[in-house]
Every structure is written in structure tokens, then in C-alpha cells.
């Protein structure tokens, strides 16, 4: 009876799995039926899962109408740096965090829980006067700045988890064995630590990327703006949207992360025993 219920139980949870899946991948299916629909196929009141006459057209236009690769180019170039950035400044941080428990690290922590739930509309007004000030209005380094201390609090909240995760006695027993502060940290801690820095880094990334607000207040001319932005530019004066080049932007849109993510997964699922055994 415990072995049927156990599989009952089991199938159970298959099948939420499954049907959760499917919930996450209905609206990307859905685009990416919509970009390689023809404009007769959009306005059909039957609309169908997959494209009778499927075309490339919605692309074409998409490229023709506004500048994806100019856009998607800032994107990238926003998104790498805040991540790279914000995670240099982190890992070190975070360690001290983790490492050295006092009622100010304490007090740190929870600041940074706290500092997630201002919206963005208390931050924007001081945010824009400092960039003012500091001639960084309509800059891609001025967003940068933006997305960094954005992405900052949160970066380094998870690293503090990774890091409390790694066990002190791995360190200790390095220094036993005659290993430098350097050295541990170099050869024992760092290779632990590496992917919740992927991970972390995937994060303030994707934030980046995707990222519309402040991108929207702070680029005024339209060589600078950021993919988010300009995928507005699809949509008509009175909220008409033009559905197939704005479905294949936003199918192009996607990408970047989904093959990021593809990539660097095994960096995050890899490792995690790596610099654990001694040499």
C-alpha cells in the first residue's frame, strides 16, 4: 500500500511539474507562433497554434522599422557591465558579511532585504538629479550606474547565502595544511563560490536587460535607447499595436537570455564540490 501511494504520490508530482511547465511556456509559444504568423493569419477570429502559412516578413519589418541591433547592442552593453560590476563588488563584500557576524553586518543585511521594496518612482527623481549633476543624462554609463546600484542589494544578499553555505572548516583546514589567506581564498573558497556567481551574475544581467523604466526616463535620443524602449515603438498613438513585427522583436528579444542561460547552466549545477577535496 506505502509502495502504490508512494508512486501515486510521485506521479502526482510529475504531472504538476508538467502542467506548470507548460503554464511558463504558453506565452512563448504563443510569441513565437505570433512572429511567423502573416498579418491575414493575426486578425483571423479562428487564430491557430501553429501558422498556416508561416513567413519571415513580421522580421523584416521588425528590422526595417526601428533599430533592433542598435538597441540590442546598448542592451548588452548595459546589461554585461552592471553584472560584471555589481558582481566585483559583491563577492568581496558578501564574504566579509558572512565570515564576520556583528550587529552592523546584521543591520546591512536587512537593509538590503529592505531596500527591494522601494518602488521605482521614489528612486527615480534623486537618481536623475545625481546624473544630472554628474552630466550622465541620455549616457549608456549613467544607466550603467543606475542598473549597478540596482542590482547591488540583492547581488549581494544572495551572495551572503553562498557564502555562509561554504563551510569555515575547508578554510581552516587549508590554513592547517600551510595555505596563505590568498591562497584558501584563491584555491578553496573561490571555486565553491563560483556558481552562485554565475548565478548571481545571470541575475543582475536578466534585471538589466529586461530593465525598462529607468531606461525610458534617463536615454532621450533614440541611438542610445535600450531594446525594452524601443519595442514600445511598435505600439500605435492610440495603443494599436502592430503584433507581428512586435511579437518577432520580442521573439529576438528573448534570446539573449534564454541562450545565456543555456550556456553557463552547467556552471551553476557543475562545481559545487570543486576545491572541496585537497591536492
Known amino acids: 500500500m506505502s509502495i502504490r501511494t508512494s508512486r501515486s504520490a510521485r506521479t502526482g508530482q510529475y504531472v504538476a511539474l508538467l502542467g506548470y511547465l507548460v503554464f511558463l511556456a504558453f506565452p512563448f509559444l504563443w510569441l513565437i507562433s505570433t512572429a511567423f504568423k502573416p498579418a491575414r493569419e493575426l486578425g483571423s477570429l479562428h487564430p491557430t497554434w501553429i501558422p498556416e502559412h508561416p513567413t519571415l516578413d513580421n522580421f523584416r519589418q521588425a528590422f526595417d522599422e526601428q533599430p533592433l541591433l542598435q538597441a540590442a547592442a546598448n542592451s548588452l552593453i548595459a546589461a554585461l557591465s552592471a553584472a560584471l560590476i555589481a558582481v566585483v563588488i559583491a563577492t568581496p563584500m558578501a564574504y566579509v558579511m558572512a565570515r564576520h557576524r556583528t550587529r552592523l553586518s546584521a543591520a546591512a543585511t536587512g537593509w538590503v532585504v529592505v531596500s527591494q521594496a522601494f518602488p521605482f518612482v521614489l528612486l527615480i527623481i534623486p537618481l536623475f538629479l545625481i546624473l544630472k549633476n554628474l552630466h550622465l543624462i541620455n ?3 549613467g544607466l550603467i550606474m543606475v542598473y549597478v546600484v540596482w542590482a547591488l542589494p540583492f547581488a549581494l544578499w544572495m551572495l551572503v547565502g553562498y557564502v555562509r553555505a561554504v563551510p569555515p572548516e575547508l578554510e581552516e583546514a587549508a590554513s592547517v595544511d600551510g595555505a596563505s589567506r590568498l591562497r584558501t581564498l584563491v584555491s578553496v573558497t573561490a571555486p565553491l563560490l563560483t556558481p552562485g556567481i554565475v548565478a548571481t551574475a ?3 544581467f536578466i534585471t538589466a536587460w529586461n530593465e525598462f523604466f529607468f531606461a525610458l526616463v534617463l536615454l532621450k535620443t533614440p541611438e542610445k535607447q535600450t531594446l525594452p524602449v524601443v519595442l514600445t515603438h511598435f505600439l500605435g498613438a492610440e495603443g494599436a499595436a502592430e503584433l507581428g513585427p512586435l511579437a518577432a522583436a520580442a521573439f529576438l528579444a528573448t534570446l539573449p537570455s534564454l541562450v ?18 585537497k591536492s
Open 260 to 277: 545565456l542561460f543555456a550556456v553557463i547552466q552547467r556552471r551553476i549545477t557543475g562545481g559545487m564540490l570543486a576545491g572541496a577535496v
Open 139 to 141: 549616457s549608456l554609463w
Open 202 to 204: 545571470l541575475f543582475a
